[in-house]
Each structure stands twice: as structure tokens, then as C-alpha cells.
């Protein structure tokens, strides 16, 4: 079965780090594009991050740069997302996302998601 | 950065009826727009790719049009398992921008 499973939300104070991580199965990891994206409590959604599959290419949202940074293990089929200096706006939900593309660069829909994981930035 | 502007933010429909949400790009995207449902609880899922194309496993009563700058997703015979709220999204090599959510409420 095809899968993404993401790991690492918590309960962080402001000013903390967090590293997110999203574990993929059933698929050839390293063959395809990733993203991270997030929704804050009764929000939208919003696009975080896309990183290739060779880690070639990377992109951040604008509102994004900065703080956080994606990278990915192709040998532990495994996408990560560092986000330093947590700052109340950052809590919500954090899912990351498969972009089918061929070619493993950009761009396509995000046919695979994650069921999320929670972060919650809070003293 | 290219916006992207839904409308309407809620709707109220019955079974039955047929929807029509829209979306709008700030500039032209040719057909790199996508539609995703989202359940509360969920994550989204995937429904229409390239404007137009149906995912595999989603049921033929869903329907994506347009290109360039306008884009529609329409529900015919709206059922009561379509209660969710719908997203458009732009996706290019520099940004994957998502619209604000359509709320579908099946009455």
C-alpha cells in the first residue's frame, strides 16, 4: 500500500525547533518529488515546501523562507522539515505530499498525502 | 507570486442539485490547476489534475474545466458524501499556491 507517515509534532514553546518527519512506503521514494504542507487550525491550506527527488531542486513558499528547511534520505525513504524559531502562527497541522511528476523535478498535483502531523507552538 | 481567489467561500446545495465552484488565477497558468476535497479530520485528496483530468477512483459526477486565468469544478447530482470543503491549486516549479476553500454543504 502506498503511504506517507508523518512524525515529530508537539507541544514546542516559542523560540523552539522542531524537525517533522514523513516516512514513505510502498512506492519508489527516491523517483519522486516531495512537498510539505500546512494548515493552521480552522484555516486553509498552505504550501510549505517542494524538494526534488534528487534534492536538485528546492522551493520555499515566500512566506517560508528563512525558518525552514526541507531535505529528504532517499535510502530511509524519508522527507524531513526543520523549522526553527516556532512562533504561534506556525501551529497547525503539517502534511507532507507526493508530486507524481515524471522525472522526479516538478510539477504535478499531490496524488499521495500524509494524515498529517500536529504542531502546536505555545508557552 | 501567482494569487489565487475562489468563489464562493460557502455554499448550500441539495441532493441532487448541481455545483459549480470557481477559481481564479492573478496571472495565466495554462491548465496547472488542480481540485482537492478535504473532510474535516482528513487530509485533503486528490480530485481533478490538469485542469481537467479526473483522478483515478474519483466518480465521474466530478468535473474540471477552464484555462489560463479561470477554472471551474463542477458536482453533478450532488450527493450527501460531498460535505467537505474544496481547494483549488497552481502548481509550477516555484510555487504550488493554494486558493482559500469552497465550504459544500449538502442540505
Known amino acids: 500500500e502506498v503511504q506517507l507517515v508523518e512524525s515529530g509534532g508537539g507541544l514546542v514553546k516559542p523560540g523552539g525547533s522542531l524537525r517533522l518527519s514523513c516516512a514513505a512506503s510502498?512506492?519508489?521514494?527516491?523517483?519522486?518529488?516531495m512537498n510539505w504542507v500546512r494548515q493552521a487550525p480552522g484555516k486553509g491550506l498552505e504550501w510549505v515546501s517542494s524538494?526534488?527527488?534528487?534534492?536538485?531542486?528546492?522551493y520555499y513558499s515566500d512566506s517560508m523562507k528563512g525558518r525552514f528547511t526541507i531535505s529528504r534520505d532517499n535510502a530511509k525513504n524519508s522527507l524531513y522539515l526543520q523549522i526553527n524559531n516556532l512562533r504561534a502562527e506556525d501551529t497547525g497541522v503539517y502534511y507532507c505530499?507526493?508530486?507524481?511528476?515524471?522525472?522526479?523535478?516538478?510539477?504535478?498535483?499531490?496524488?499521495?498525502w500524509g494524515q498529517g502531523t500536529m504542531v502546536t507552538v505555545s508557552s | 507570486d501567482i494569487q489565487m481567489t475562489q468563489s464562493p467561500f460557502t455554499l448550500s446545495a441539495s441532493v441532487g442539485d448541481r455545483v459549480t465552484i470557481t477559481c481564479r488565477a492573478s496571472?495565466?497558468?495554462?491548465?496547472?490547476l488542480a481540485w482537492y476535497q478535504q473532510k474535516p479530520g482528513e487530509a485533503p485528496k486528490l480530485l481533478i489534475y490538469?485542469?481537467?483530468s479526473l483522478e483515478s477512483g474519483v466518480p465521474s459526477r466530478f468535473s474540471g474545466s477552464g484555462s489560463g486565468i479561470e477554472f471551474t469544478l463542477t458536482i453533478n447530482s450532488l450527493q450527501p458524501d460531498d460535505s467537505a470543503t474544496y481547494y483549488c491549486?497552481?502548481?509550477?516549479?516555484?510555487?504550488?499556491?493554494f486558493g482559500q476553500g469552497t465550504k459544500v454543504e449538502v442540505k
Open positions: 510502498g512506492f519508489t521514494f527516491n523517483r519522486y518529488s
Open positions: 505530499a507526493r508530486d507524481p511528476s515524471s522525472g522526479g523535478v516538478c510539477c504535478d498535483a499531490f496524488d499521495i
Open positions: 491549486q497552481h502548481y509550477n516549479s516555484y510555487s504550488r499556491t
Open positions: 496571472q495565466s497558468i495554462s491548465t496547472s
Open positions: 524538494i526534488s527527488s534528487s534534492s536538485s531542486f528546492i
Open positions: 490538469k485542469a481537467s
